[in-house]
């Protein structure tokens, strides 16, 4: 593919540093405004078992926000009796000042022209984008993709962060239409400096890369009830080692298409993703590469949509260039069922079947490590909600299912598993009192060839407001833990909170907690811990 570096030479930014957000509004603007939160807080702690906090500790953190011409600089600072630590955003500041049709990117910014070119890559850059001028779309943006990072001598360090060449790319977008039929083509260039790290002979084996993308993509209703998307990409990459100078080419394509139809009662989507081996974006932090995927979603409604019945159905394989140990090949199955029969309940079943398969490439899958599995999920979930004059009333039952089924019998007895669910809640609001009651039961039980474990427990809770200034919530629950037929936990927990607003800036809240464990298990000790704390807070 030959380099399409001359097509940037066309390419102008519009040269402006402007403070505003919205040009047409900088008149109606304060020049500066200051507001935020300050909040002083007093965190007490106690325990009969192992303590991880202290009994006592004291914090004061702010969070101030500087508005000057409409742009907001968010602040933040904390205190306290171990920390001390202020952070700005000015070392990640962008601003995206627009006048009607016109935008200007500044600084750091995510855009995202097409989906294989530059798509949420942070730039630190100057950019320009037009948009609803006459069916015409336009975006550029130059700036840095990555910074560098030196390589160190200590490999532990490598583990947090890896070292990189600093990156530098430009991107852009062109295109006409409108919302039912448009057209874009989009082009993308990023390079690593190879002279921007001073120890890059530490890690000989670094690679400097260079990535060229092009491509188009279109949307198009089309006869009202059909619908076409479709973009298609190619790339080329060089790699060059930086203690060998070997370079390495690597080219490949994508295609992401889908045709849907959709009308007053059935729909259909069928979808078509494919993306070389070859294929690489430096404006994409990531993406999965050498998979082709085919999926059918149809769907119905009927009587009225109070019956809805939407299924899917998708292939995905690997292997396309036939040069892998291995292929790996996925076949995903859903369906979901709505029925809304009356305006007070609602049901909802959704089923889903996922299943992998690793297939002979070049050699043979090792029996003992075949990986083929399947696993099947289940959601049935009733809701029932009736509002009155003077209250509402909320019942929910759900039940879920898990289940991971293994073909390899060396190690299915090790993978296998099944997680059944049960969840019942009832809730009650009298708006006129300004009072909520809820009452919640759930089950849950995990069963593996050693492992039976159940928990489960009731929830309550109440929650009362008083004219919108004095709010307190009290809540109760009780989990209980069996492994087989042996009960091994029992925890208590006990919740209260409470606000009071005063002065309409002004804020004190208090919140306490105590948890009580007892253990029936030999060699692990019971054991209950207080924790809660005392805030106040100003609001300007």
Request: hydrophobic share 35%; net charge positive; charged share 20%.
């Amino acid at each position: 593919m030959a380099r399409f570096l001359p097509l940037w030479c066309f390419l102008v930014l519009v040269p402006a540093f402007i403070w505003s957000q919205d040009l047409g509004a900088i008149k109606k603007q304060q020049p500066f405004k200051v507001s935020g939160t300050v909040t002083a807080q007093y965190i007490f702690y106690s325990s009969t078992g192992p303590s991880y906090l202290q009994p006592g500790s004291w914090m004061i953190s702010g969070s101030p926000v500087l508005n000057i011409y409409g742009v907001a600089v968010p602040l933040s600072f904390t205190f306290s009796e171990k920390e001390r630590s202020f952070r700005q955003p000015l070392n990640n500041f962008g601003l995206s000042p627009y006048y009607k049709w016109l935008t200007l990117h500044l600084g750091f910014r995510n855009l995202t022209f097409s989906e294989y070119s530059l798509n949420g890559h942070q730039m630190l850059g100057v950019g320009a984008e037009i948009k609803n001028l006459k069916k015409i779309h336009f975006g550029v943006m130059y700036g840095r993709l990555m910074r560098p990072i030196e390589p160190r001598p200590d490999d532990m360090f490598e583990q947090y962060q890896t070292p990189a060449y600093r990156r530098k790319g430009i991107a852009f977008t062109a295109g006409y239409g409108g919302e039912k039929n448009k057209i874009d083509v989009f082009l993308f260039q990023a390079d690593d400096d190879a002279n921007s790290l001073k120890n890059q002979l530490l890690r000989p084996e670094l690679k400097a890369g260079s990535n060229r993308v092009m491509g188009a993509k279109t949307h198009n209703v089309l006869l009202k009830h059909f619908t076409l998307d479709a973009e298609w990409a190619t790339s080329e990459t060089q790699y060059t080692n930086a203690g060998t100078q070997a370079v390495n080419t690597e080219k490949g394509s994508a295609i992401d298409a889908k045709m849907g139809f959709n009308n007053q009662r059935f729909r259909m989507m069928i979808k078509y993703l494919r993306i070389a081996p070859g294929f690489e974006s430096f404006g994409r932090y990531f993406f999965q590469r050498d998979v082709r995927n085919i999926t059918f979603d149809p769907g119905a409604d009927f009587f009225e949509k109070k019956l809805s019945l939407d299924l899917s159905l998708g292939f995905q394989r690997d292997q396309l260039d036939q040069n892998k140990a291995y292929k790996t090949e996925r076949r995903i199955f859903s369906g979901k069922v709505t029925a809304r029969p009356w305006k007070f309940y609602t049901f909802n079943l959704t089923a889903g079947n996922y299943s992998i398969d690793q297939q002979k490439g070049l050699y043979e899958p090792d029996p003992l490590l075949r990986i083929s599995q399947a696993n099947f999920n289940l959601t049935a979930m009733n809701q029932f909600m009736q509002t009155f004059k003077n209250y509402t009333h909320f019942f929910n039952v759900v039940y879920a299912a898990q289940r991971l089924s293994d073909n390899n019998a060396n190690t299915s007895k090790f993978s296998e598993f099944e997680m059944n669910t049960w969840s019942l809640m009832y809730s009650a609001t009298l708006p006129k009192i300004m009072l909520t009651a809820t009452a919640t039961y759930m089950s849950s039980a995990y069963r593996q060839q050693l492992i039976n474990t159940r928990i489960a427990g009731p929830l309550f809770s109440i929650n009362k407001s008083f004219k919108k200034k004095v709010s307190f919530s009290l809540s109760w629950a009780d989990r209980s833990t069996n492994k087989g037929l042996k009960k091994t936990h029992q925890t208590s927990t006990i919740s209260i909170a409470a606000d009071f607003k005063f002065y309409k800036r002004h804020r004190i809240g208090f919140r306490y907690t105590y948890n009580d464990q007892q253990s029936f298990v030999s060699g692990v000790s019971s054991f209950h811990e207080n924790r809660g704390d005392i805030s106040y807070a100003f609001t300007f």
